[in-house]
């Protein structure tokens, strides 16, 4: 299947500093890719929608201008976690599905390994 | 806002048994997902079934879907330590995301 990945898996960051996380598309491209986020625990709420060549679409409760997406090519979105503090530390995923002109139908989703941040 | 929820929340087992998960969503469906997460991992996607299938298999996986019931249900027929995971059922929503239930944390225990 198609393969998503993320970078970094990891990040332990102070207080205040700001931590960009990528996902790409590795063998495909998607020009709507996904961000979720998953407190401890619990399921994944989605945070918003990633458009290559526009502005993300926010779920209600997420802040803009603390996640800033860019969605700047068909294969890569980042997530900046912007002046990060405790309560965001969390398992972030995100998702990419094929062009629908490919996959018809489909919703069918391929996931990152995650990023598991802490901030200190 | 979430739809879909799986019962149970929580399910330990023995190696060997069978393990049965269950889920319901309240809204109409094109296709419906169980996706596996092991703990602090990404997600696996393990079976789709879309809305005119009634039953699905993938190895040890079956899956049902009622569509007048609004409900689906995971078998894993001879489980294995290595199932030990949490286990969710996603619809897709209609901006192509994908909306999550709570999930039910299987434990097999060897």
């Known amino acids: 299947g198609a393969v998503v990945s993320q970078h970094p898996s990891r990040v332990i960051c102070k207080s205040g500093t700001s931590v960009k996380i990528e996902c790409r598309s590795l063998?495909?491209?998607?020009?709507?890719m996904f961000w979720y986020r998953q407190f401890p625990k619990k399921s994944l709420m989605l945070m918003a929608t990633s458009n290559e060549g526009s502005k993300a679409t926010y779920e209600q409760g997420v802040e803009k201008d603390k996640f800033l997406i860019n969605h700047a090519s068909l294969t890569l979105s980042t997530l900046t976690v912007t002046s990060a503090h405790p309560e965001d530390s969390s398992f972030y995923i995100c998702s990419a599905g094929e062009d629908r002109g490919r996959s018809g139908s489909y919703n069918e989703q391929f996931f990152g390994p995650g990023t598991r941040l802490t901030v200190l | 806002s979430q739809q879909g929820e799986e019962d149970p929340q929580a399910l330990s087992i023995q190696e060997g048994e069978n393990a049965t998960m269950n889920c319901s969503y309240k809204?109409?469906?094109?296709?419906l997902q169980w996706y596996r997460q092991n703990s602090g991992r990404g997600l696996v996607h393990l079976i789709l079934?879309?809305?005119?299938?009634r039953e699905k298999h993938s190895g040890r996986l079956r899956v049902t879907l009622d569509t007048s019931k609004k409900s689906s249900s995971l078998l894993i027929t001879a489980s294995r330590a290595a199932d030990t995971a949490s286990y969710f059922c996603?619809?897709?929503?209609?901006?192509?995301?994908?909306?999550f239930g709570k999930g039910t944390k299987l434990s097999v225990k060897p």
């Open positions: 079934i879309r809305s005119n299938e």
């Open positions: 996603v619809r897709g929503g209609s901006q192509g995301n994908l909306i």
């Open positions: 809204t109409s469906i094109n296709n």
């Open positions: 063998d495909f491209q998607a020009t709507t």
